[in-house]
């Protein structure tokens, strides 16, 4: 499991992934901070899990995110070939990254979870509103 509940990682730095976990039909990946091609290994784990673990789109939560850099958007966009994938809670600067590199098209964002399942036409899970 890739949240594990500690705050700092060995070098001090706060984890890159703040949760990961199914949702009705997607599987949600928080991520927070400054993801950097540095705290990238994480965020692949939390994926792999997720991919591994459901059929349904992967919805990123954003909102914990300062910055990121191209690792991360490579990411999103290799691991959208595999599955659909989403995003929401994502600040100005980063959804401004997504329209200046096109990406928008393919990683389409989202205000919140509740904005992401209607656009994505997916039922609300048992567990939330």
Do not use: K
């Not at 949702?23 to 792999?48: K, M, S, Y």
């Not at 994502?90 to 200046?100: F, I, S």
């Amino acid at each position: 499991m890739v949240n594990s509940g500690h705050m700092f990682d060995d070098f001090g730095q706060a984890p890159s992934v703040s949760y990961t976990r199914p949702d009705g039909p997607v599987w949600v990946i928080g991520l927070r901070g400054d993801v950097e091609v540095d705290l990238l290994e994480e965020v692949e784990a939390a994926t792999q899990q997720a991919l591994d673990n459901s059929h349904g789109p992967l919805l990123f939560d954003l909102h914990e995110v300062g910055f990121c850099d191209s690792s991360l958007l490579n990411h999103l966009l290799l691991t959208s070939r595999r599955r659909q994938v989403a995003l929401f809670g994502a600040n100005a600067a980063l959804r401004r990254l997504l329209e200046v590199t096109g990406a928008a098209g393919i990683l389409p964002a989202y205000a919140d979870l509740g904005a992401a399942r209607s656009a994505l036409s997916l039922p609300p899970s048992p567990d939330r509103p």
